[in-house]
């Protein structure tokens, strides 16, 4: 996935996006709210993160902005207001989650990952595809009943096809969804991360259209 974080707490957003980069998922940081309005304009985010207290302003505006537009990304709050009014009027507005600091970075990856299983329409954690057993809140694949260990990055990039079954993606769209704005992404990068999956988990795991781009293979 690739995330949008917006936190002007440096210590915090230094640790969230060291977590979320560890779970092998993309991630932009910005402290502003007009900064993160101008990232949501130039990118297209699988998930939003949401301090509510930024300074130039309150993350509730900019929250209800989004729903306004008719932007549904998903949202989860981060936020030290812990009143049980300030959750409602979070939800209210239109967040996916709320989360309360201090939080355990743990607990940030297990809600990250039941809020983007929702949205793709799949709220079970575990998966069949042909003769692969997946666990999607552990990050775990067996194939055949033997465990399989994929990095961080491979299994980010098997859960981007998984969570799109069907659909063609592009180099550039598997690029965005893996990788920051910032990164430095080798022009092979892809078809290496394709090819290391197709040794771990078979080769018809996932198809290529050639000139097109890739999809995850039939069972």
Same mark, same amino acid.
């Given at each position: ?16 996006? !060291?977590?979320?980069?560890? @779970? /092998?998922?993309?991630?932009d940081w910005?402290?502003? *709210?007009?900064v993160? +309005? $101008? ?11 949401? !301090?509510?207290?930024?300074p @130039? /302003? ?7 902005? *989004?729903?306004?537009? +008719? $932007? ?5 709050i ?6 049980v009014s300030?959750?409602?009027? /979070? ?7 709320? *989360?309360?600091k201090?939080? $355990? ?16 329409g ?6 069949s595809?042909?003769?692969l057993?997946?666990?999607?809140a ?6 055949d009943g ?6 961080a ?21 598997l690029?965005e969804k ?22 771990k988990?078979?080769s ?16």
């Amino acid at each position: 996935m690739r995330i949008l974080l917006i936190e002007d707490d440096t210590v915090l957003g230094a640790a969230v996006r !060291d977590q979320i980069a560890a @779970d /092998g998922q993309s991630v932009d940081w910005v402290m502003r *709210l007009d900064v993160a +309005g $101008d990232a949501v304009k130039s990118a297209s985010y699988d998930l939003i993160l949401l !301090d509510l207290m930024l300074p @130039d /302003g309150r993350g509730i505006g900019f929250l209800k902005g *989004l729903r306004a537009r +008719g $932007d549904v990304t998903p949202v989860i709050i981060l936020t030290a207001l812990d009143q049980v009014s300030d959750r409602i009027e /979070g939800l209210n507005a239109g967040a996916d989650d709320y *989360l309360v600091k201090p939080f $355990d970075l743990a607990e940030l990856s297990a809600r990250i990952g039941s809020v983007a299983r929702r949205y793709s329409g799949n709220p079970n954690p575990i998966v069949s595809h042909g003769p692969l057993a997946i666990d999607l809140a552990a990050r775990s694949v067996h194939r055949d009943g033997k465990s399989v260990a994929l990095t961080a990055r491979e299994w980010a990039l098997f859960d981007a096809f998984l969570a799109r079954p069907g659909q063609l993606l592009s180099k550039a769209q598997l690029e965005e969804k893996l990788y920051a704005f910032d990164a430095e992404v080798e022009s092979n990068t892809i078809e290496v991360h394709v090819s290391r999956l197709r040794k771990k988990l078979g080769s018809a795991v996932i198809e290529t259209k050639r000139g097109m781009g890739y999809r995850l293979g039939r069972p």
